[in-house]
């Protein structure tokens, strides 16, 4: 192809007209169809992060599955993912078929008045997958259970520093502050050390930096399963089937359940008609066996909310969250 | 281990494997070529494609996807100035010049044989350390790094002629200021004015693509012509381009520093906190501070060593970041990053289980990833003089296609439109600089080092409780703070030696 | 020298210029009192900047001769091609602006041909041809072959509907 492309330009007009035939003709053996059940799926990141994988590992099911016949992906990142809403909300009344992709963070930051526009401009379509917050402890750390550690922070916070992939007032500092002010501790004594992901964040715990790591569930279970770190607690409501040794938080009389939902939201003012098909699909799709082959190579927890209980479950994750920025003063 | 390696090097080399592996490089190195699409994207497009291969085989086109993309990005940073990839910008210091001379071909194929070089020396590292490296690679905390980005700034003074100390140093802190803009570790937006689109900070590709490919191709525009007999030069410079015959003693003179570099370069891209672009910069710094005052005037006017260090380098760092990848499931880089997707889409789960669980799969990882190395050199060696004779397409049609290539590439990774237009602004001040003679390298690398000096230094301070005292205790620190103080005091000391006798 | 006419005082003086800008910002920046563990504020660091830049630039201006011998600024652009050099930043500048609206094919399909045209080429034929070439080339392997999705633009809604 670099070479074609060389002689596209060096050779006279008259070549390069056929050239531009061959690759029309090349092309168009790769089907463009385009039809009214072709799902397009907007993604306010970058090519490769969590938002996009998500995406597109359900848009993939989803046509794998035969659902829809095809799907398309537009990243469009910028302002930590404001840009996105804007443009949903801009561009409302031609995204008939498009889902924007989102999760907990964005309520975090509307919360946080960072973003011009919040997600309540959006109309909420589905939940679709879920992570859950893990305290994480390296191998042959002290602390055994969730309490030893409580004990310890309680003598002096700065006995148990929390790394986290997450600036301060972002989610892994906001989850590791929930779950210490439900174990009746002072969390705005907390010494947070922000990373700038939930991997590195992981080797400042490997490296002795902070001795508890607050991260999602999916980036501490395969380290934890190799038995190179220990799962203290996870904020999921009942202990989960492909993590059974791993407990939660209720079970050790901590009252916090933390769900970071991904899931879908479609443009403003989207027909009801069109909702509830777009969350029969996603019904649908998780039915098929090509999901749940795309679900667990990537070790994701399967969350379906749809509807009225969606946006429910939006208000109350947000009040809850709010009380505790609010605690932190971080807002 | 013997057993496991044999195995992956029967697996890699079925025909169809090869076969999957030369069209991922083929397909890597066009991607690449697209200055703004590197490795992440070249692999983040790859993935869907492979769903549903066999996992040696989809790993096999990745590898040859990955390192295409890579020596895609130096091949446009070689010949237009625009590095597409964060760790090629450092290759365009001294290869665009080259290309400038005419010697394209030479310039690429230098590239290419020392890129080569550093993924054999960080295989042949690999192969030999691997049980090890996992502890080097967590042996740094964040004092560590600070310290580290401090030793990168002391590279400032490589791109600093002879009395432009003080115009290089100023530069280096406006690329810090810039650094400064968007989100804190704090949680804070800096220097934002309310623009959504500045809350992200500016990204590094784009301003390295706006300060080198868009300010060389307008800077071209702006200098006049050098008035010469069009017809003989034309001749000359065609078969010049595509020439890429190195002599036996540019070889010889070489070689030691692809050595030394390859080395430097593993080393810090075993560290998950640095990474390739760091490394590419503080081999050329090095190589550079320990070259002869005569070959010290050649960097950045296109100095093969100039051009091998950094080349060897980001390759070598490329390969040592695997290192935290497969030994510890934790990725250091976007790059490894999106490679840790594809690597788990094919049921691989890398982390220190898979070396003893699973050696079979461990080495195949390996395998693939140095064959995607040698398959490059085999397939882009030949191409060499055909990409080279780009630079042959008449200035009035290049030029506006430079332009275009480098704004779209910089759309393709944000699809923010707002973005072009930044970029253009920066060009145009880049211009500004050029014009007058302020040098632009530095800026970029304080830009890169600058966020990760912050963070590393808040962080190093709150763990500390606000005492400095991690500067001296730990020995990893002080260790690199005092090479730090070398580098910047003993080339004062001699020169003042110097004037005294 | 001449103040206009050294290159070193006149780069400096846009740096101290930026510098101030900078340093009167900082003073914008929010500070969080409840983190009294982190000991670095988020102005920290920038007012370091803000000074060492200031004081580095009006060490340049007053001080330092460095490389005062070399040529001045007015002979270093004597010569210089500013029309075409300002029509291209002043194209490309147009083409960011209006990529949403033409859409990736027209705007680049246009960029091209203008930029073409700037630098002399006289063959307009043959700049037709490059330039949609070049456009629809780019196109088809973007969105055909690694199926990325370029926005279509206002213009072609406009004319065949979303």
């Given amino acids: ?331 | 281990m013997l057993d496991g390696i044999l195995q992956g090097l029967n697996t890699a080399f079925l025909p169809i494997n090869l076969l999957l592996l030369f069209v991922g490089c083929f397909a890597g190195t066009f991607i690449g070529m697209l200055p703004g699409l590197g490795p992440v994207s070249a692999i983040a497009l790859m993935i869907p494609i492979t769903y549903g291969f066999d996992p040696s085989s989809g790993l096999i086109l990745m590898a040859g996807v990955y390192y295409g993309a890579v020596f895609g990005g130096s091949t446009s940073a070689i010949l237009i100035n625009a590095p597409g990839v964060s760790g090629a910008v450092a290759t365009a210091f001294d290869g665009y010049p080259m290309a400038q001379r005419g010697e394209a071909g030479r310039a690429l194929a230098l590239a290419a044989y020392s890129s080569f070089c550093g993924g054999t020396i960080g295989a042949v590292f690999l192969l030999i350390f691997v049980p090890f490296l996992a502890k080097v690679s967590l042996s740094f905390q964040s004092a560590d790094y600070f310290a580290l980005m401090l030793f990168g700034l002391t590279a400032i003074t490589a791109f600093a002629g002879k009395g432009q100390v003080l115009k290089a140093v100023l530069m280096a802190v406006l690329g810090l200021m810039l650094a400064t803009v968007g989100e804190d570790p704090s949680g804070i937006q800096r220097f934002t004015f309310g623009i959504t689109d500045l809350y992200d900070g500016i990204s590094f590709l784009l301003l390295s693509m706006a300060t080198f490919a868009i300010a060389e191709a307008l800077v071209v525009i702006l200098r006049p012509a050098p008035v010469e007999s069009e017809q003989s030069s034309q001749d000359v410079s065609f078969k010049a381009l595509g020439s890429m015959k190195l002599s036996k003693e540019e070889v010889l003179d070489v070689a030691p520093v692809v050595g030394r570099s390859s080395v430097l370069g593993f080393l810090v891209g075993v560290l998950p906190g640095a990474g390739a672009t760091i490394a590419s910069f503080l081999a050329y710094g090095m190589e550079r501070n320990l070259a002869s005052l005569k070959e010290k005037l050649k960097f950045g006017k296109g100095s093969l060593r100039g051009l091998a260090a950094p080349e060897s380098a980001n390759n070598a760092a490329s390969t040592g970041s695997f290192v935290p990848l497969l030994t510890l499931g934790i990725p250091g880089s976007a790059t490894t990053a999106v490679m840790l997707g594809a690597l788990l889409s094919y049921g691989v789960q890398p982390g220190p289980r898979l070396y003893i669980d699973n050696p079979a799969v461990f080495w195949s990882v390996i395998i693939s990833m140095y064959l995607g190395n040698v398959i490059l050199l085999v397939l882009n060696l030949p191409l060499i003089p055909y990409i080279s004779r780009l630079l042959d397409i008449p200035k009035q049609f290049l030029t506006p296609i430079i332009l275009f290539l480098s704004l779209i590439g910089v759309y393709l990774v944000s699809f923010n439109p707002f973005d072009l237009v930044m970029m253009v602004v920066i060009g145009a001040i880049a211009v500004f600089f050029r014009v007058l003679n302020f040098p632009l390298a530095p800026m970029l690398l304080g830009f890169i080092l600058g966020g990760m000096l912050e963070e590393n230094l808040r962080r190093a301070l709150m763990i500390s409780d606000g005492s400095l005292a991690f500067l001296w205790e730990r020995p990893i620190t002080a260790s690199i703070l005092l090479i730090t103080l070398a580098t910047v005091l003993i080339p004062q000391l001699l020169s003042m030696l110097r004037k005294n006798s | 020298m001449n103040f206009l006419n050294s290159k070193n005082k006149v780069g400096s003086s846009f740096i101290l210029l930026f510098s101030l800008i900078y340093l009167a910002a900082i003073f914008e920046i929010p500070v969080n009192e409840s983190l009294s563990y982190d000991v670095v504020s988020a102005r920290t660091l920038p007012y370091c900047l803000a000074l060492v830049a200031i004081l580095v630039c009006l060490l340049q201006i007053f001080v330092s001769a460095e490389d005062d011998s070399e040529e001045s600024l007015h002979t270093a652009i004597q010569g210089f091609q500013w029309r075409p050099c300002l029509q291209l930043t002043a194209a490309m500048f147009l083409y960011g602006m209006s990529f949403e609206f033409l859409g990736f094919l027209l705007a680049t399909f246009l960029f091209l041909l203008v930029g073409f045209a700037i630098l002399k080429e006289k063959r307009y034929l043959l700049s037709l041809a490059v330039a949609a070439g070049v456009a629809l080339f780019m196109w088809l392997v973007l969105t055909q072959l690694f199926s990325i999705h370029l926005d279509s633009g206002e213009v072609y809604r406009m004319f065949f509907g979303s």
């Avoid at chain 1, 508890?212 to 395969?222: F, N, Q, V």
């Avoid at chain 1, 079970?251 to 933390?258: K, T």
């Fill in chain 1, 1 to 331: 192809m670099n070479l074609l492309n060389i002689k596209l330009f060096r050779t006279q007009y008259t070549k390069t007209s056929l050239r531009i035939l061959f690759y029309c003709v090349f092309c168009s053996v790769v089907p463009a169809a385009l039809g009214s059940d072709r799902l397009h799926f907007l993604i306010p990141g970058g090519a490769g992060g969590g938002w996009d994988t998500t995406a597109r590992g359900v848009g993939e099911a989803l046509t794998r599955s035969g659902i829809v016949a095809g799907a398309s992906y537009e990243n469009r990142s910028g302002g930590d993912g404001s840009k996105a809403i804007a443009y949903m909300i801009e561009t409302a009344d031609r995204q008939k078929n498009t889902l924007m992709i989102s999760s907990t963070p964005i309520i975090l930051k509307s919360l946080k008045n960072i973003f011009p526009q919040s997600y309540k401009d959006l109309t909420p379509v589905a939940a679709v997958v879920a992570d859950y917050g893990a305290f994480v402890v390296k191998a042959d750390s002290k602390y055994q259970k969730w309490q030893q550690m409580i004990a310890d922070y309680q003598l002096d916070p700065r006995n148990v520093r929390v790394a986290g992939g997450s600036v301060i007032g972002g989610m892994d500092h906001v989850v590791a502050a929930m779950a210490l002010s439900k174990s009746g501790t002072d969390a705005k004594a907390l010494r947070y050390i922000p990373y700038n992901a939930g991997a590195k964040a992981m080797v400042g715990l490997l490296s002795n930096e902070t001795q508890l790591l607050s991260t999602g569930l999916s980036e501490a279970i395969a380290l934890a399963e190799q038995g190179e770190v220990r799962i203290l607690a996870m904020t999921a409501p009942a202990r989960l089937s492909h993590a059974p040794s791993i407990p939660t938080l209720q079970e050790q009389n901590i009252d916090l359940v933390f769900t970071n939902w991904r899931g879908f939201f479609g443009a403003p003012g989207m027909s009801e008609e069109k909702v509830s098909s777009l969350q029969d699909s996603l019904g649908e799709m998780y039915e098929s066996k090509e999901w749940e082959e795309i679900r667990t190579q990537r070790g994701w927890s399967n969350l379906f909310i749809r509807g009225k209980e969606f946006t429910e479950f939006l208000q109350a994750q947000e009040s809850e969250m709010a009380i505790l920025v609010d605690d932190l003063g971080l807002r």
